[in-house]
């Protein structure tokens, strides 16, 4: 087929490899950027997309040894001296990182990050690159460029400094920007925006862009073509719509159906429902404050939570939606009492648990468990898996340590841990089997809830789906009554009953999980919903660019 | 205007701060054993001209008393008279401190550069042969006594060689650098190499950071990055102790001015704690306080500009 604009090729990259000491990252790949074109790279962690994109700037740690070829503008960039790169660097090739709060400079101004690549680059003179500086940061979207290019990052929200690095790296007017998953760790309102300012970059100035990321979903929603990465090798490559519509190789078919909003989970067996709630948080409002200059005095109160009420039912799954300083996790350390409450109550059958004390209270505290994020922070390092799980039966006296052992091993094959993993370390196991570990350590004490915060953020999707089929499966089992706390939206919508949205410290929406999604009522809970990039919607609007880009 | 309030708050905080020490200093005093009174008198005074002495002192009076009187004195800027030298305490102290400051100055002045230029070849050359070098030196440094080093290049370059004078202050700020050169040196001996290791460290931890990666990945030169990114965040750290050392030098300085004679607070201290001289001992202990109260606001003061995030 011979398309009436033949493209221009930007980058070329061919047969790259990249090893640390005799261990192979990344095998032999070859693929390119058109101009003009957003070249999504997905593959989960350990795949070697990343360290991909820092090759092609030169950024490896020096351990690092690089063959093949990178072809850009006509030369081998891996051929050129380190000056000649670093004249590349930030002028031709740009690159923008995941966090944004660690990659800018905590002392240096928004305008100083750009400004030092203007005067680098273009010898401008100070106030030539403070003009341009404004102008950049007006152009990424940032309000009152004025004011905030004299702002320094801690000053700005997550949002406002991904824009700003974004400002920096595109200054020079770059013809390629290498992209490290710049969307993972902001909310998905936030996401959104970001994600329409790349596409906005590349309409608009022609900007390559090389998009890595591990989330299928906002690749499809971005990228023109799409290669697809796994364990250092290129699976499969092509259109996106094509990719991700009729995916030809295993793993891209595994990624697709991992989906959280294509995963098919079991249903769950409920036993019938009991006339009370199991939980009742009733006007629960939560302030934290530190201690004033004088004596008696408090300062900087903040409202994690005003007001909230919700009940949770015995045997459901209740998700608990909303970005970052919504409140949603001060609800579960206020129901874990690890948050005392400044007004309101939370009542456990009926009964207050701020009032609980003594062997009371350590009987709500095995009722009530919890499962955390982080999968290695929340294991001890030094601990074995199987003394890991069977630590809280001991301290807790309810078995002696032959009998929690034997108990813990039941409940690593109840996790579907393999037996021979007992005697390992954290360090020793991946995120997902950690994570599997975190589990069955919260179901040592035979909880009758369980908060699990985050849990599956920090995975893979392909991990994200066992784990979520094992929770699906332990509610049925266990008559577990689970908490989800979330921003990922596709997940609660899969896994939970009920869902409760909280925003700026309250509680906005709370409804079935169909009525939340279908039919929302808060225009917050709209938004969030459209600010979530989801695979389907993205295919359909693929498609219909695609027709669109045919045309001209 | 917050910082000026912020400002205003910190000072406003001072205030228990101050009233405890100077609580602190008075019973500390009162509390040791020995009598002034008797030492000034001799021990074959009779018993009434140590009462009439005691009722010239107000030392007859309750402890409570001799605390308010002594804290609205203080107050006053009248820190009492001196039982030995018969003169009042805050002339005295203002005698003795200009040496104790010209040698901190001198320290710092030598020591700062120093460190700074060290642990940048330090952090630069990481695991390779000047970074050995240095730290090894550095090692040295801090397990050497100071009185001996200070023993022995008095001994060494002041009576053997001759170049330094072993003793005294000088006239005229030349004399001053000359006599003082040897102490400031012995004292540089042991700080440099604490602030050298306190500041490798935090340049190393930096250079790793991400916005170095972020730097390099505009096309930014190593020597720029080292300077503007790795460099101005580095050195916090490396400032609050040396705020920390500074307060420590002033009150610590007595083994230094001993060992050279210089008529510095340390020699009058020791002195004054040999004399039982009550007044000046509160006097200086109170001043010490005092000037590390001021040493400490002014590294804060001083973070607040480097470090937009620190509030004061």
């Known amino acids: ?552 | 205007m917050s910082s000026l309030s912020a400002l205003g708050q910190r000072l406003l905080q001072l205030i228990p701060v101050l009233i405890g020490i100077s609580l602190v200093s008075f019973l500390l005093v009162q509390l040791s054993p020995g009598d002034p009174v008797r030492l000034l008198l001799g021990d074959r005074a009779t018993a009434e001209a140590v009462a009439h002495l005691r009722e010239q002192y107000g030392l007859n009076q309750p402890l409570i008393a001799q605390y308010f009187s002594y804290l609205s004195n203080v107050l006053h800027g009248d820190l009492g008279h001196s039982i030995r030298y018969q003169m009042p305490v805050g002339s005295l102290i203002l005698d003795f401190v200009p040496p104790t400051l010209f040698l901190i100055a001198y320290v710092v002045a030598i020591s700062v550069p120093a460190t700074v230029v060290l642990a940048i070849v330090s952090a630069r050359c990481r695991d390779r042969w000047p970074d050995h070098l240095i730290r090894a030196l550095a090692i040295l440094g801090m397990t050497i006594p100071v009185f001996w080093l200070a023993l022995m290049m008095s001994r060494f370059f002041g009576v053997e060689l001759g170049w330094f004078p072993v003793s005294g202050y000088g006239k005229g700020f030349l004399e001053h650098l000359h006599h003082l050169f040897l102490p400031a040196i012995s004292t540089a001996t042991w700080l440099v190499p604490l602030l050298l290791r306190n500041l490798r460290a935090a340049l190393i931890n930096e250079t790793e950071s991400d916005y170095v990666t972020a730097s390099r990945s505009k096309g930014l030169g190593e020597g720029y990055i080292f300077r503007r990114h790795v460099l101005v965040n580095s050195v916090l750290p490396t400032l609050n102790l040396l705020g920390v050392m500074i307060a420590f030098l002033i009150g610590s300085s007595i083994v230094v001015e001993i060992i050279y004679a210089v008529p510095g607070l340390g020699t009058l201290m020791v002195g004054a704690v040999l004399g039982r001289d009550y007044n000046v001992i509160q006097g200086l202990t109170l001043f010490y306080a005092l000037a590390s109260v001021i040493v400490t606001l002014t590294i804060d003061i001083l973070s607040t500009t480097i470090d937009p995030r620190v509030k004061l």
Do not use: W
């Not at chain 1, 923008?96 to 240096?108: E, G, I, T």
């Not at chain 1, 073509?225 to 595994?254: D, F, Q, W």
């Not at chain 1, 959280?260 to 989970?265: K, Y």
């Not at chain 1, 709500?364 to 919890?370: D, L």
């Open chain 1, 1 to 552: 087929m011979i398309t009436a604009k033949s493209k221009q090729r930007l980058l070329d990259v061919e047969k790259l490899s990249i090893a640390f000491g005799n261990v192979p990252i990344v095998k032999d790949i070859s693929f390119g950027v058109d101009a003009g074109e957003i070249l999504g790279v997905v593959g989960e962690s350990g795949s070697g997309k990343s360290i991909t994109c820092r090759s092609l700037l030169g950024l490896l740690p020096r351990a690092a040894s690089v063959s093949g070829r990178i072809g850009f503008d006509g030369k081998n960039l891996l051929a050129l001296s380190g000056e000649e790169m670093r004249a590349i660097r930030g002028r031709d090739i740009s690159m923008v990182f995941q966090n944004p709060a660690s990659h800018l400079d905590p002392l240096m101004t928004l305008g100083g990050h750009v400004m030092e690549s203007l005067r680098h680059h273009f010898g401008q003179t100070r106030k030539e690159a403070r003009q341009n500086a404004i102008d950049v940061l007006r152009e990424v979207q940032i309000n009152e460029p004025e004011r905030r290019i004299d702002a320094y990052p801690h000053e700005l929200s997550g949002g406002m400094k991904q824009r700003g690095m974004i400002g920096s790296a595109t200054a020079c007017r770059p013809r390629l920007l290498l992209a490290d998953e710049p969307t993972t760790a902001l909310d998905v309102t936030v996401q959104a925006r970001i994600l329409d300012l790349l596409g906005e970059l590349n309409r608009t100035q022609g900007l390559s862009i090389v998009f890595v990321s591990h989330d299928l979903a906002v690749v499809a929603e971005l990228c023109h073509r799409v290669v697809v990465m796994r364990n250092g090798e290129i699976v499969e490559e092509g259109p996106a719509n094509e990719i991700l519509r009729s995916p030809r190789h295993k793993y891209t078919k595994l990624l697709i159906d991992s989906q959280p909003s294509l995963l098919t989970l079991p249903p769950v067996a409920r036993e019938e429902q009991a006339k009370t709630p199991l939980i009742e948080v009733d006007a629960l409002s939560i302030t934290y404050s530190k201690p004033g200059a004088l004596p008696g005095t408090r300062k900087d109160v903040v409202r994690a939570l005003q007001e909230a009420n919700l009940t949770v039912e015995a045997g459901e799954s209740l998700g608990i939606v909303g970005e970052s300083g919504s409140g949603k996790s001060t609800v579960a350390r206020a129901i874990m009492r690890l948050a005392e409450p400044s007004g309101g109550e939370i009542r456990f059958r009926g009964r207050n648990i701020a009032a609980l004390k003594g062997t009371e209270l350590s009987e709500y505290r095995r009722k009530v468990q919890m499962v955390f994020q982080n999968p290695f922070d929340s294991l001890n390092p030094r601990m074995r898996i199987i003394d890991a799980i069977a630590e809280p039966m001991i301290r807790h006296g309810l078995a002696t340590r032959n009998e929690a052992l034997g108990r813990a091993r039941e409940l690593m094959r109840q996790v579907e841990l393999p037996l021979e993993f007992a005697d390992r370390k954290p360090r020793q196991l991946s995120g997902g089997q950690c994570q599997r570990v975190g589990i069955a350590r919260a179901l040592a004490l035979d909880p009758e809830v369980l908060i699990a915060d985050e849990v599956t953020s920090a995975l893979d999707v392909t991990i994200q789906a066992q784990i979520l089929r094992l929770l699906q499966r332990l509610r049925s089992e266990r008559h577990l009554t689970v908490i989800y706390i979330s921003h990922d939206l596709s997940v609660v919508r899969k896994f939970c009953d009920r869902i409760a949205v909280f925003r700026a410290a309250k509680l906005v929406e709370l409804g079935s999980a169909e009525a939340v999604f279908d039919r929302p009522k808060e225009s917050y809970t709209k938004l969030l919903l459209q600010s979530a990039p989801r695979l389907e919607r993205a295919l359909e609007r693929t498609g219909a660019s695609d027709a669109g880009h045919g045309r001209d």
